[in-house]
C-alpha cells in the first residue's frame, strides 16, 4: 500500500513542479519509514514547498485542549514558516495563500465528525478558492476502516468547529474523500485535486496497513483510542472525565460520584456488543476532577467489527442522566469557540437527541429515528467514494 504522499513523491504531478507549494500536516504526516511529509517534500522539491501550515494542537501536538491556541513559528529543520490554523485564526490568511500557488494537506483522520482536522480541511478549500490557490490532498486511510457508519447526521443548524456539514458521527471516509464531499455539497468549487493512495482497501483498519500509529493528537495516544472515540468524544460535553489526565484518554471514563455496580446492573438489558466494561479508578493530573479519584469502566474493545462506540457511550449517558440526576451535569459554554450553544448538543449534532437522552428514550429507539437521514447520508456518500 502506498499513502497519497508516497504516490507523490514518486510521480509528482508535472504541473505542479513550476509552482510555489504551502503544506498543512503535524507529527503523524509520515510515510512508511516514519520521516515527516515536510522533510521529504522540502529534501525532493526543495524550491517548491515555501510555508507550513498547522492544525489544532500544533504541529508538535504540544497543546492538550480545546481553545488553547498554538502560537505561528518557525520550523527548526526546514527553516520554513509554520502558520497556525488554531491561533488567532482557524483559517488560513490571505497573506499566507499570497506566498504560494498550491496547498498541499496531508493529515491523518480519525475517522469522526468532530475532529477539528476536517474542519480545517473545509476551511482550507474555502479561503484557497477565494485565494485563487489550488488544493492537493495527499490522501490517508481512515483509520477504522471505509465501511462502518453510524450515528445521526448533524442538523445543517449545528454546524460548528467540531461539525462542519451533515456527517454522522462515524463516517466512513478518507480525508481525501471528505475533501470532494465538502467542495461540493458545501458548494465551495475550489480547484482540487485528491492524489489517492494505491493498494488500500475500504476493509482495512490502521493496523493492517503495516503503518506505524503516531498520535495526531496528544490525546490520540493509540489506535484503540480512536475506535472508542466517536462515542466517548462526547464526555467532553459532561463533567464526566473522559480519561484526560491519564495515559488512556477516551478508553477510561468516570467521575468521584459515578459506581460503577450500580451502571453496570442498569445497563443489564442494553445491548452492547464487541466491548466489555472494566470497574476501574483513576486520578486526573489535569482537566475534570484533576487530583480525585474517579471511579468508572475502561472500554475494551473486544471485536471492532460489532463493536458500536456511539451507542455505547449514548447508553452510558443515559444510564449516568437516570442514576445521578443530582450530581451529573452538561458542560456550559464555552467549547471550540461557541459561546451560546451547549458542547454536547455540538458534539451530537442535534438537540433533539439529548432531550430524548434526558426523557430516557431506549438508544434503539433513537438509531431508528435517525435511520432515514442515515441512509440518505449513505447513498450521497457513494458519490465520493475513491476505492
Known amino acids: 500500500m502506498q499513502l497519497g504522499l508516497e504516490v507523490f513523491l514518486s510521480n509528482p504531478p508535472r504541473d505542479l513542479l513550476k509552482k510555489?507549494?504551502?503544506?498543512?500536516?503535524?507529527?503523524?504526516?509520515?510515510?512508511?519509514?516514519?520521516?515527516?511529509?515536510?522533510?521529504l517534500l522540502r529534501g525532493k522539491f526543495q524550491n517548491n514547498l515555501r510555508g507550513l501550515f498547522s492544525p489544532q494542537h500544533g504541529f508538535w501536538g504540544t497543546e492538550?485542549?480545546?481553545?488553547?491556541?498554538?502560537?505561528?513559528?518557525?520550523?527548526?529543520?526546514?527553516?520554513?514558516?509554520?502558520?497556525?490554523?488554531?491561533?488567532?485564526?482557524?483559517r488560513p490568511t490571505p497573506e499566507n495563500l499570497a506566498e504560494i500557488e498550491v496547498l498541499l494537506i496531508d493529515?491523518?483522520?480519525?475517522?469522526?465528525?468532530?475532529?477539528?482536522?476536517?474542519?480545517?480541511?473545509?476551511?482550507?478549500?474555502?479561503?484557497?478558492?477565494?485565494?485563487?490557490?489550488e488544493v492537493v490532498v495527499l490522501d490517508r486511510p481512515n483509520p477504522l476502516d471505509g465501511r462502518q457508519v453510524e450515528g445521526n447526521p448533524l442538523r445543517p443548524e449545528m454546524r460548528s468547529f467540531v461539525g462542519v456539514w451533515d456527517l454522522p458521527m462515524r463516517h466512513g471516509l478518507t480525508?481525501?474523500?471528505?475533501?470532494?464531499?465538502f467542495n461540493r455539497e458545501l458548494g465551495i468549487q475550489a480547484e482540487l485535486r485528491v492524489i489517492a493512495m494505491a493498494g488500500w482497501d475500504r476493509r482495512l483498519t490502521f493496523?493492517?496497513?503495516?503503518?506505524?500509529?503516531?498520535?495526531?493528537?496528544?490525546?490520540?495516544?493509540?489506535?484503540?483510542?480512536?475506535?472508542?472515540?466517536?462515542?466517548?468524544?462526547?464526555?467532553?460535553?459532561?463533567?464526566?472525565s473522559e480519561g484526560r489526565g491519564t495515559t488512556r484518554p477516551f478508553e477510561v471514563f468516570g467521575a468521584p460520584f459515578l459506581e460503577p455496580e450500580r451502571i453496570k446492573k442498569d445497563l443489564a438489558g442494553v445491548p452492547l456488543p464487541g466491548v466489555h466494561l472494566m470497574e476501574t479508578a483513576f486520578r486526573p493530573t489535569f482537566q475534570k476532577w484533576q487530583g480525585e479519584v474517579c471511579r468508572g469502566f475502561f472500554l475494551q474493545v473486544a471485536d471492532r467489527e460489532v463493536f458500536q462506540p456511539y451507542r455505547t457511550t449514548l447508553a452510558l449517558l443515559q444510564t449516568v442522566l437516570a442514576l445521578y440526576p443530582g450530581k451529573f451535569q452538561w458542560k456550559q459554554p464555552p467549547y471550540e469557540y461557541?459561546?451560546?450553544?451547549?458542547?454536547?448538543?455540538?458534539?451530537?449534532?442535534?438537540?433533539?437527541?439529548?432531550?430524548?437522552?434526558?426523557?430516557?428514550?431506549p438508544v434503539e429507539e433513537l438509531e431508528k429515528s435517525w435511520r432515514p437521514a442515515l441512509e440518505e447520508f449513505k447513498k450521497i456518500r457513494e458519490g465520493y467514494l475513491l476505492y
Open 338 to 361: 461557541e459561546q451560546e450553544r451547549r458542547p454536547i448538543d455540538l458534539l451530537i449534532g442535534d438537540p433533539a437527541v439529548r432531550k430524548a437522552l434526558e426523557a430516557g428514550t
Open 20 to 39: 510555489k507549494w504551502g503544506l498543512l500536516s503535524n507529527l503523524a504526516s509520515i510515510n512508511r519509514q516514519g520521516y515527516y511529509s515536510k522533510d
Open 207 to 240: 493496523e493492517k496497513t503495516g503503518r506505524p500509529w503516531l498520535p495526531p493528537s496528544p490525546n490520540m495516544p493509540a489506535l484503540e483510542t480512536a475506535f472508542v472515540y466517536p462515542g466517548q468524544v462526547l464526555l467532553e460535553g459532561t463533567n464526566l
Open 107 to 133: 493529515l491523518q483522520d480519525v475517522g469522526t465528525r468532530v475532529y477539528t482536522f476536517i474542519t480545517s480541511l473545509a476551511y482550507c478549500l474555502e479561503e484557497a478558492r477565494q485565494a485563487g490557490v
Open 64 to 90: 492538550q485542549d480545546n481553545m488553547v491556541e498554538t502560537p505561528d513559528s518557525r520550523d527548526p529543520a526546514t527553516g520554513l514558516p509554520i502558520h497556525s490554523l488554531y491561533s488567532h485564526t482557524r
Open 175 to 181: 480525508p481525501g474523500e471528505l475533501a470532494l464531499l
